[in-house]
């Protein structure tokens, strides 16, 4: 029995993208940018209620988003709030976080972040919308209109701001995307309309050939 169009669409286009998107959280700027992020909240929180170190001023100055900040704690000045035996781990983390910060800010990390997240909102809403596309009897046209007018654009836009890392599609999402092509064509697949020998949509009687 040929293949159904629609499964073929699944499989070669929207899945790959979908299942692509849920792995733009595990990019580098992605993580660096939560993790900036909540480290900065989390020191303006605690000076906010008095508690406060060199330490703590340093990294909410790094972190780049403490707009009263006007001078950072010299590393010096660090080091001598900590006890002796943590100057070299504070000496390393302090380095380590500058480096990434710069790292960060140097390849645009703050803005393909954003962008991610923003893909992976408008991508997650088109696999909602995807139920709705493959329940009708011919979903090929729904299918067409998420891939051109929601999934590709967005993926475009981001190949374009470094946000999207692959070309298209992440690598070694075969069998994740195999998966989802049998759940969801277990799914739908029987109420679709059938198709002849040439892999085509059978028309309705009187309808066009």
């Known amino acids: 029995m040929p293949k159904h169009p629609a499964r073929r669409t699944l499989e070669r286009d929207v899945l790959p993208y979908l299942v692509s998107a849920r792995r733009l959280r595990r990019q580098w700027f992605f993580r660096l940018h939560a993790l900036f992020g909540y480290t900065t909240d989390l020191v303006v929180a605690l000076t906010a209620i008095g508690v406060t170190t060199p330490l703590l001023a340093l990294l909410g100055v790094a972190g780049g988003r403490e707009k009263e900040a006007t001078q950072a704690p010299a590393l010096t000045a660090v080091l001598a709030s900590v006890p002796n035996w943590l100057y070299f781990p504070t000496g390393v983390l302090v380095i380590a976080w500058i480096v990434l910060r710069v790292a960060f800010n140097r390849e645009e990390g703050q803005k393909r972040a954003v962008l991610a997240k923003s893909c992976t909102q408008v991508l997650r809403q088109a696999e909602a919308n995807l139920a709705m596309a493959l329940g009708k009897p011919d979903p090929m046209p729904a299918l067409n209109e998420l891939l051109e007018k929601s999934i590709r654009p967005t993926v475009d836009r981001n190949i374009q701001e470094n946000s999207w890392p692959w070309t298209p599609f992440a690598p070694g999402i075969e069998e994740e995307v195999s998966k989802e092509v049998s759940r969801l064509c277990a799914s739908y697949e029987a109420d679709w309309t ?16």
């Open 194 to 209: 059938p198709v002849n020998q040439l892999g085509l949509r059978e028309a309705p009687l009187g309808g066009p050939a």
